[in-house]
């Protein structure tokens, strides 16, 4: 909910406390445990925090493809893929205009 409000810091506040409880419980190696992954991941690219949202993203596919769980896996792939691309972009960027693709490259 409150990603969807832009209301950034509230959201990873919830989704950490969420990841914490699935990895006491669950584990590390659960598909809910992967969705939580994958929202952190995409609360830190709304943020253009391009390095924080790769891992986390990366951390969700690796679990559903470990699990042979696809639902999401070609999103991930293909949003792994973009974050790269704006790493790069943002790299070639002058001192002056960075930060329009990501605030962490």
Same mark, same amino acid.
């Given at each position: 909910v409150y990603s969807y409000k832009k209301n950034y810091k509230k959201a *990873?506040?919830?989704y950490s406390k969420s990841l914490d409880i699935k *990895?006491?419980?669950?584990?590390?190696?659960?598909p809910d445990t992967a969705s939580t992954y994958r929202n952190i991941g995409f609360v830190y690219k709304d943020l253009k925090e391009c390095k924080k949202a790769k891992e986390h993203l990366q951390k969700a596919l690796d679990i559903w493809s470990d699990l042979e769980i696809d639902e999401y896996i070609s999103e991930l792939k293909d949003t792994i893929k973009a974050i790269d691309k704006d790493i790069k972009k943002e790299r070639k960027l002058h001192f002056k205009k960075k930060g329009r693709h990501c605030k962490d490259a």
């Amino acid at each position: 909910v409150y990603s969807y409000k832009k209301n950034y810091k509230k959201a *990873l506040e919830y989704y950490s406390k969420s990841l914490d409880i699935k *990895l006491q419980t669950i584990g590390s190696h659960h598909p809910d445990t992967a969705s939580t992954y994958r929202n952190i991941g995409f609360v830190y690219k709304d943020l253009k925090e391009c390095k924080k949202a790769k891992e986390h993203l990366q951390k969700a596919l690796d679990i559903w493809s470990d699990l042979e769980i696809d639902e999401y896996i070609s999103e991930l792939k293909d949003t792994i893929k973009a974050i790269d691309k704006d790493i790069k972009k943002e790299r070639k960027l002058h001192f002056k205009k960075k930060g329009r693709h990501c605030k962490d490259a």
